[in-house]
């Protein structure tokens, strides 16, 4: 269990002509040595600026690190020079970015493109260079590679351009992966594909994910763990079991509940009501407050702490308090409860003659 | 009144006609949809399905084949005020919320321009109110209809779309990929308005979409597209329960669930076209295995699998 990479009490805000957005308002996690982290949440939530600022990809003239560090390897990412960060991305951290239509660039060929991180950071002659491009892209399953290498990314399809676009990430054995919405624009075939080839690479080469997306099946595939993110803060993190199958925050409850599953048909669609918090006014209180029909008094007037539920899994919302009353959550919730031992709605399965 | 609103005959879409880049994007495809009833398209990107929407509210011409509806050919020369009724009762609802909204129009003139268009209102007082009135049937309220398409969040621009839709009184929406552009949570909310406003007004939709757990969720029956062609139809829980072509059954395996146990033990079936390995005497046709559940298949995979479902 070493920790790779530590994100503590990490605030970012954007300054912007109406004001300041207070995008990240404190998350905390850690990420381990060959697990795949998911961070789920809508759009706005702050996930993909949680991972742009761990790159330190964000806009100098505009995001602010307001506080928190972000340990890599004994270093602050925060802290360090544009010169070191230079030589981090892309050999230690790397990103596979949503859209593979525009992350790769139109006018170079793609073993171009594949090769310009391996001579950056390897110092590889050219052929050596080149050979391992190849290598590369017979490891994403890019067919005839050795006359491919040549061609430009508008000749290939969707699916086979985020291959090379995971090609170009993995060049250098990065120790983190970051993948932000990687499947998203592409179909569920193609998805499904993607997903199991990243999972072959990630044992193959032991890295660690961290898979940003608001798909919880694909959530349900790729992850280890899961971080549910919610205007700018980590509402509850867990393992992958302890999220779908013990969620504590009405808000992981409402996400999972919106999704319709396949034999329960004919009901209403669960829907969580109104829309994100505004972060140019975040609430005072609990964010997910003013959507949630949990909500008590006290959610209005003070941030919820983390409360424990076991040794991994953690929730940020006041229902966990000693003093709060017990709530019952919805009924897709209590279904899914019913199968996770340790949480209180348990039943025991009496060996298939019930 | 006939049962089907919707009848497509036959229908084939062919780009670049005669060129060697010859398209078929739809290829000889027929179904009909009943009065009321929500059909589920769904298939991968490229496979035809937004074209044959499209087509069939006559944004493109059709190269052959015919779309009745109510029995009226839509394809078929018309005069002015016979095409004016038909654009009446056919809306579309468009995928990208951020690209179907004209961003120099306030909200109030873009549902109002299928008004003005036909006549429906007299004075402005009666144009504004009946806006608004379109407006908090889809959830938003009469301040937005002072403002612009950038104002609004990707949820409440597609319910901007959806107004605008139902500004004419329509009978049948094509909704093509409503809710791919939108976050989970307000999937289900824009998803839940469609429902009401079908059991409301009594609307007939066609629903296309790749997310197929969505579709199931929302259509009577579903039709599946591969390639321009219709492989399979069935009614919702059919085409789940028992999908017969090979393509269908690889396309179910494909989608995630959010059950991390199912997920690990979930394996996948890929497609291969060239699995079905047909002679050239075989009629590949749409044969019905089940009551209202069509297979493309030949005669022999047919028998296959009626034996299978035994």
């Known amino acids: 269990m070493t920790k790779i990479l530590q994100v503590k009490d990490l605030e970012l805000s954007f300054h912007?002509?109406?004001?300041?957005?207070?995008?990240?308002?404190?998350?905390?996690?850690?990420l381990i040595k060959g697990e795949t982290l998911a961070i789920v949440g809508e759009s706005g939530s702050g996930k993909s600026v949680t991972t742009k600022s761990i790159m330190r990809l964000l806009p100098q003239s505009s995001a602010e690190y307001k506080n928190g560090e972000i340990l890599f390897e004994g270093k602050d990412l925060t802290k360090v020079s544009e010169k070191t960060m230079q030589k981090i991305r892309g050999k230690d951290i790397s990103m596979i970015f949503q859209d593979p239509m525009t992350s790769l660039n139109p006018t170079m060929t793609i073993g171009k493109q594949i090769m310009e991180p391996i001579l950056k950071h390897q110092k590889l002659s050219k052929s050596k260079a080149l050979e391992q491009t190849i290598n590369l892209l017979n490891l994403v399953g890019i067919p005839n590679a050795e006359s491919r290498y040549k061609m430009y990314p508008h000749q290939f399809s969707g699916g086979q351009r985020q291959r090379i676009v995971i090609a170009i990430a993995l060049a250098c054995?990065?120790?983190?992966?970051?993948?932000?919405?990687?499947?998203?624009?592409?179909?569920?075939?193609?998805?499904?594909?993607?997903?199991e080839l990243m999972k072959e690479i990630q044992k193959k080469i032991d890295t660690s994910i961290i898979f940003i997306t608001h798909d919880l099946g694909v959530v349900a595939n790729v992850a280890d763990r899961v971080a549910v993110m919610y205007g700018g803060k980590i509402v509850e993190i867990g393992t992958v079991d302890e999220i779908f199958y013990n969620p504590q925050h009405p808000y992981t409850w409402g996400l999972l509940s919106s999704m319709p599953s396949m034999d329960l048909a004919d009901q209403k669609l669960y829907a969580i009501p109104g829309t994100p918090p505004d972060l140019l006014n975040p609430p005072k209180g609990d964010a997910f407050a003013l959507r949630s029909e949990y909500a008590m008094k006290i959610d209005m007037e003070r941030q919820p702490p983390f409360f424990k539920v076991?040794?991994?899994?953690?929730?940020?919302?006041?229902?966990?308090?000693?003093?709060?009353?017990?709530?019952e959550p919805p009924a897709v919730i209590i279904e899914r409860m019913k199968t996770f031992p340790g949480s209180r709605y348990y039943v025991e399965q009496t060996g298939g003659n019930a | 009144m006939a049962e089907h609103l919707i009848e497509v005959k036959n229908l084939k879409q062919y780009f670049n006609v005669g060129k060697s880049s010859e398209v078929r994007a739809i290829d000889?495809?027929?179904?009909?949809i009943k009065r009321g009833e929500t059909f589920g398209l769904v298939g991968e990107s490229g496979c035809g399905k937004s074209t044959t929407g499209r087509t069939m509210i006559r944004l493109y011409d059709a190269t052959a084949g015919q779309v009745l509806y109510d029995g009226l050919d839509v394809h078929a020369p018309k005069s002015q005020s016979e095409n004016q009724t038909l654009n009446r009762k056919m809306q579309m609802i468009f995928q990208d919320p951020y690209a179907s909204l004209n961003p120099r129009m306030k909200v109030l003139d873009i549902i109002a321009e299928g008004l003005d268009i036909h006549g429906l209102v007299k004075t402005k007082k009666e144009r504004k109110e009946r806006v608004i009135e379109l407006l908090e049937t889809v959830g938003l309220n009469r301040e937005h209809a002072e403002r612009y398409p950038h104002e609004f969040s990707g949820g409440q621009r597609q319910r901007i779309g959806i107004a605008r839709a139902l500004a004419v009184d329509p009978e049948f929406i094509i909704a093509d990929e409503p809710i791919s552009a939108l976050d989970v949570s307000i999937q289900a909310q824009v998803v839940n308005l469609l429902k009401e406003l079908q059991e409301e007004k009594g609307l007939t939709y066609l629903f296309i979409a790749h997310d197929l757990s969505m579709v199931k969720y929302i259509?009577?029956?579903?039709?599946?597209?591969?390639?321009?062609?219709?492989?399979?139809?069935?009614?919702?829980?059919?085409?789940?329960?028992?999908?017969?072509?090979?393509y269908t059954k690889s396309l179910l395996s494909a989608i995630p669930l959010p059950d991390p146990i199912y997920e690990r033990s979930r394996v996948r079936h890929p497609y291969n076209p060239k699995d079905h390995q047909y002679g050239p005497d075989e009629k590949v046709e749409f044969r019905e295995i089940a009551p209202e559940h069509f297979v493309l298949c030949s005669e022999k995979e047919f028998k296959e699998m009626q034996a299978a479902r035994m």
């Open chain 1, 310 to 327: 076991s040794d991994t899994h953690y929730a940020a919302t006041w229902l966990l308090h000693p003093q709060a009353p017990e709530v």
């Open chain 2, 219 to 246: 259509s009577d029956r579903i039709g599946v597209m591969y390639f321009g062609k219709l492989v399979e139809m069935a009614p919702a829980d059919e085409l789940y329960r028992n999908p017969m072509h090979a």
């Open chain 2, 28 to 32: 000889d495809i027929s179904f009909s």
């Open chain 1, 16 to 30: 912007t002509f109406a004001g300041e957005v207070k995008a990240i308002r404190g998350v905390n996690f850690d």
């Open chain 1, 173 to 195: 054995n990065p120790k983190i992966l970051i993948a932000d919405e990687p499947t998203t624009a592409l179909d569920v075939t193609i998805q499904a594909q993607i997903l």
